[in-house]
C-alpha cells in the first residue's frame, strides 16, 4: 500500500496563469500537475459521444457538469496509482470550481487518506486576463502555454519543448472568454474563503513575471511540503 499522498490546487481566475506556473513548479516540488482542462482536450481529440458531450459545454466557457468532471478526475488518480505508486502527490489545476466539486474532492479525499495541504490563489486583475487571454497560444500536441507578446515560442508556430503545432484554444474568442470569467467570479471565487478558513489559502501576487510567480509559489509552499 503506498503510503498517505500530499496534494496541493491552484485556484484562481481564467488566465492568471494556474497552467504555467503548475507546469513550472509541480516538477520541482516532485508534485504531478493534473489540470482538468487538460483532460477535457485530451477526450475531445478523440471521436464519439462523449467527446461531442464536453465540446458542447467547453467551447461556450461554460462548465462541464460535476458527475462527469469528477468522474475524469478520479479516473486519472487511479490510473497515477497503478503507474506511478510512488508518486508522492498531485498539484490539481481548474478544480474544483465549484462547492459541489469542493465537497467531492475533499470525500475523495478522506476515502483515500489524503491530505490538502495548500491552496495557492493567483491574483490578478481582470484586464491583465483579458490581454492574456487575448494573445494565448497552446501546443496541440503536448499542451505547453505560450503567449504572442509575453511568452512567444522561439519558432513563430511551433512548439519550443516537443515540436508540434502551437495554435490560439477554440475556448479563447471573446464570448467564451466574458462567460468563463463570469462563472469564475459566480461560482469558484466563493470557494477562496473556502480554503481560507481552513488555513490553506495562499495569496499570491500573479501580475508578475513568469519566473518570479514560481519563485513565490515555491517559497510558500516548502514549508508546507517540507522541501
Ligand atoms: P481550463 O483549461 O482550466 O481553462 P480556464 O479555467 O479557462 O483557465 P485557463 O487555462 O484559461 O487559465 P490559466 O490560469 O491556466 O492561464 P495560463 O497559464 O494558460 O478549462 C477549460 C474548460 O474546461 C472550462 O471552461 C470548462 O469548460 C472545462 N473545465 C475544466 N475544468 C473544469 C471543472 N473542474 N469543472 C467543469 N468544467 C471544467 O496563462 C494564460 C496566458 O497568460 C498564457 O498565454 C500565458 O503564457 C500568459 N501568462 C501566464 N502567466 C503570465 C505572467 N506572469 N506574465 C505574463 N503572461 C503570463
Ligand atoms: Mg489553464
Wanted: charged share 25%; aromatic share 4%; hydrophobic share 40%.
Amino acid at each position: 500500500m503506498a503510503s498517505k499522498r500530499t496534494h496541493v490546487l491552484i485556484i484562481g481566475p481564467q488566465g492568471s496563469g494556474k497552467g504555467t506556473q503548475a507546469a513550472l513548479v509541480a516538477p520541482r516540488l516532485g508534485l504531478v500537475h493534473v489540470a482538468t482542462g487538460d483532460l477535457f482536450r485530451a477526450l475531445m481529440a478523440s471521436e464519439g459521444a462523449l467527446a461531442r458531450e464536453v465540446r458542447s459545454y467547453y467551447e461556450r466557457g461554460a462548465l462541464v457538469p460535476d458527475d462527469l468532471t469528477v468522474r475524469v478526475l478520479l479516473s486519472r488518480l487511479e490510473e497515477l496509482d497503478r503507474c506511478d505508486p510512488d508518486y508522492r502527490g498531485v498539484l490539481l489545476d481548474g478544480f474544483p470550481r465549484n462547492r459541489a466539486q469542493a465537497e467531492a474532492l475533499d470525500a475523495v479525499l478522506r476515502e483515500r487518506g489524503d491530505e490538502l495541504v495548500a491552496a495557492i490563489h493567483l491574483v490578478v486583475p481582470r484586464d491583465v486576463l483579458i490581454e492574456r487571454l487575448s494573445g494565448r497560444l497552446v501546443c496541440q500536441q503536448c499542451g505547453a502555454t505560450y503567449h504572442r507578446t509575453f511568452n512567444p515560442p522561439r519558432q513563430p508556430g511551433i512548439c519550443d519543448r516537443c515540436g508540434g503545432p502551437v495554435i490560439q484554444r477554440s475556448d479563447d474568442t471573446p464570448e467564451a472568454i466574458a462567460r468563463r470569467l463570469d462563472i469564475y467570479e459566480e461560482q469558484t471565487a466563493p470557494l477562496l474563503d473556502y480554503y481560507r478558513q481552513r488555513g490553506l489559502l495562499i495569496d499570491i501576487v500573479g501580475d508578475r513575471p513568469i519566473d518570479e510567480v514560481s519563485r513565490a509559489i515555491l517559497a510558500a509552499l516548502a514549508p508546507r511540503l517540507g522541501a
